[in-house]
Antibody
Framework: EVQLVQSGAEVKKPGESLKISCKGS????????IGWVRQRPGKGLEWMGI????????KYSPSFQGQVTISGDRSISAAYLQWSSLKASDTAMYYC????????????WGRGTLVTVSS | DIVITQSPLSLPVTPGEPASISCRSS???????????LDWYLQKPGQSPQLLIY???SRASGVSGRFRGSGSGTDFTLEINRVEAEDVGVYYC??????????FGPGTKVHI
């Protein structure tokens, strides 16, 4: 069974750093791109970027370029989303999702990691 | 950048009746290979999004035949035949033509 298991909820202060994870199982993790999606409270879905765990090649949405770092670790079947200095506006649910193939959709999603940034 | 719009943004539905959501792209999503790079997702309350339709009209695995995607180029439609109570949630269309850089529409909230 394909699963994407995300790390637990985080509560941070502005200016702090954070790295959340998404661990895949039940399939060949290194052969599929993993995307990250933000959902602010009560708002819609926003595309952040995507990483190929096989070689850690990452692509970013222009809106998130320079704001976050997306990476992968093929040895432990994990993808990561990290911030060097959090802002209150980063408060959101963050989802990871597997891209089945070019144009074939995001077919498996994690349950999300809630990040709360508050002083 | 490709801009995606949806209408309506809120859609009251009646169980057993059909429903339809429109999605429009600022650029054609028709690839040279003949496929339209447009997905539909449903996010049920309190849940992660789930894939319904990819490449404009292909149903994802396990998705009910009541869901049908259609359209080409810049105009697309998601139709639900005989809405059920479990279909409530927010529906998003997403362009995937720009390789590895997707754009989500604003979402359409379907409610009873």
């Amino acid at each position: 069974e394909v699963q994407l298991v995300q790390s637990g909820a985080e509560v941070k202060k502005p200016g702090e750093s954070l790295k959340i994870s998404c661990k895949g199982s039940g399939y060949s993790f290194t052969n599929y791109w993993i995307g990250w999606v933000r959902q602010r409270p009560g708002k819609g879905l926003e595309w952040m970027g995507i990483v190929y765990p096989g070689d850690s090649d990452a692509k970013y949405s222009p809106s998130f370029q320079g704001q976050v770092t997306i990476s992968g670790d093929r040895s432990i079947s994990a993808a990561y989303l990290q911030w060097s200095s959090l802002k209150a506006s980063d408060t959101a649910m963050y989802y990871c999702a597997r891209q089945r193939g070019n144009g074939l959709g995001l077919d498996y999603w994690g349950r999300g990691t809630l990040v709360t940034v508050s002083s | 950048d490709i801009v995606i719009t949806q209408s309506p943004l809120s859609l009251p539905v009646t169980p057993g009746e059909p429903a339809s959501i429109s999605c429009r792209s600022s650029q054609s999503l028709l690839h040279n290979n003949g496929f339209n790079y447009l997905d539909w997702y449903l996010q049920k309350p309190g849940q992660s999004p789930q894939l319904l339709i990819y490449l404009g009209s292909s149903r994802a695995s396990g998705v009910s035949g009541r869901f049908r995607g259609s359209g080409s180029g810049t105009d697309f439609t998601l139709e639900i035949n005989r809405v059920e109570a479990e279909d409530v949630g927010v529906y998003y269309c997403v362009q995937t033509l720009q390789t590895l850089s997707f754009t989500f529409g604003p979402g359409t909230k379907v409610h009873i």
